[in-house]
């Protein structure tokens, strides 16, 4: 039957993704906890229930994510790059450079013809260009994150912000509220803030071919089309499955050629 599953355990969230020979028969995504032993178990559970399995059921299990070392089933580890790298090429098979970004880092990969890892770049060492930029900022400013993408539409003026340091910018937002601009108009700053920090490390590794974006941030509609601007060039949009999941589908699609 060749079923396997990728279980991603991220600083944020936690990803499962049940596959069925190249198809997608369950999937979960939840908060991470504390303890990567307690998520993985919880999102695959939430899985297998959707799929209607237990795990023996599965023939192979891939664990990546920074949680990979600490959960609690039998799977092979393998990086988080090589599994976003993976789950891009089956979302966007023409995809040849993504940019994935997580709750914690941002990655720039660079893909080779036959969709193998080339190079990549890492920002794991400051929160602008990361997820938590924008939650940080989207609590300040009063808005759910998942709203903040709609921010950008309904903006007349964007404002600018003087600094992309995830502090700076957080009295930033304060002091623009203060003096009276509106929520949008910051919420698209804020994007716009996020997409110029991450189109630094992508032309760091440089453009080529088709490109998109994967990890949760890629929800955010706002972000892709400030890129789109910063870059100069097209974002392609993951419409297959939730972009989310890229590293989980990774890890079961890679799962699924180890019994090949
Ligand atoms: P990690 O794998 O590092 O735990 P994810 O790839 O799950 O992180 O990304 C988490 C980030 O995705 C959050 O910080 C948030 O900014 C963003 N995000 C998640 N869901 C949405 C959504 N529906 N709309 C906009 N942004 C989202």
Not at 34 to 43: F, I, K, L, N, T
Not at 65 to 82: L, V, W
Not at 153 to 170: L, Y
């Amino acid at each position: 039957m060749s079923i396997t599953a990728g279980c991603d355990v991220g600083s944020l969230t936690a990803k499962a993704v049940i596959m069925e020979k190249g198809r997608i028969l369950a999937s979960a995504v939840i908060r991470s906890r504390a303890r990567p032993e307690e998520a993985s178990r919880e999102v695959m559970d939430l899985a297998l229930k959707e799929a209607a399995l237990s795990i023996n059921e599965l023939e192979g299990i891939t664990r990546t994510g920074y949680g990979r070392g600490r959960m609690p089933f039998e799977g092979k580890e393998i990086s988080e790059i090589t599994c976003h790298g993976r789950g891009a090429r089956w979302l966007l098979p023409s995809v040849k450079t993504l940019i994935d970004i997580g709750g914690q880092d941002c990655k720039a990969i660079k893909l080779k013809s036959d969709g193998s890892i080339d190079r990549f770049i890492t920002n794991d060492k400051c929160a602008s260009g990361t997820g938590r930029f924008l939650d940080v900022m989207a609590k300040v400013l009063g808005v759910p994150v998942e709203d903040l993408a709609t921010c950008s539409e309904r903006a007349d003026h964007p404002v600018t912000f003087s600094s992309s340091c995830a502090v700076w910018a957080q009295a930033d937002v304060i002091r623009l509220l203060n003096e009276g601009h509106g929520v949008d108009d910051i919420g698209a700053g804020i994007n716009n803030a996020m997409a110029a920090r991450v189109a630094v490390l992508l032309n760091s590794i440089g453009l080529d071919g088709d490109i998109c974006i994967t990890g949760g941030v890629a929800k955010n509609l706002g972000v892709a089309k400030a890129l789109e601007t910063q870059l100069g060039c097209r974002v392609k949009k993951i419409r297959k499955a939730d972009p989310q999941l890229a590293g989980a589908i990774g890890a079961a699609l890679l799962a699924e050629e180890r019994l090949k």
